[in-house]
Nanobody, 123 residues
Framework: VQLQASGGGLVEAGGSLRLSCAAS????????MGWFRQAPGKEREFVAA????????YYADSVKGRFTISRAKASATMYLQMDSLKAEDTAIYYCAASPGSRVFTTRNNYNYWGQGTLVTVSS
């Protein structure tokens, strides 16, 4: 399974971006998926995760109420709508898929990773 993240860019604080993660195979549509991010000099951290059917979603406290994760099973694509962006949201954002239907908030439980897309928020 290959994951391709896109949609990053430069945005002013308070603005919005929508990230996409396209999977190479539709079989990932039965897997839990998530977004993680890594800021310069910091470890990769959990951002959001969604169950295989889109019925359950989880968020880091730092993004709750501002970010929305969703997925379109027909196209095997996952999204991250990011609103009210802050300078501290600046990072490389990675999408990931778990090996099964369960959804996790820890990166060690994901074995498929995209290449990352850079989000820069100017203050």
């Amino acid at each position: 399974v290959q994951l391709q993240a896109s949609g990053g860019g430069l945005v002013e604080a308070g603005g919005s971006l929508r990230l996409s993660c396209a999977a190479s195979r539709r079989t990932v549509s039965n897997n839990g998926m998530g977004w993680f991010r890594q800021a310069p000099g910091k470890e990769r951290e959990f951002v959001a995760a969604i169950s295989w059917d889109g019925g359950r979603s989880y968020y880091a406290d730092s993004v709750k109420g501002r970010f929305t994760i969703s997925r379109a099973k027909a196209s095997a694509t996952m999204y991250l709508q990011m609103d009210s962006l802050k300078a501290e949201d600046t990072a490389i954002y990675y999408c990931a898929a778990s090996p099964g239907s369960r959804v996790f908030t820890t990166r060690n439980n994901y074995n498929y990773w995209g290449q990352g897309t850079l989000v820069t928020v100017s203050s």
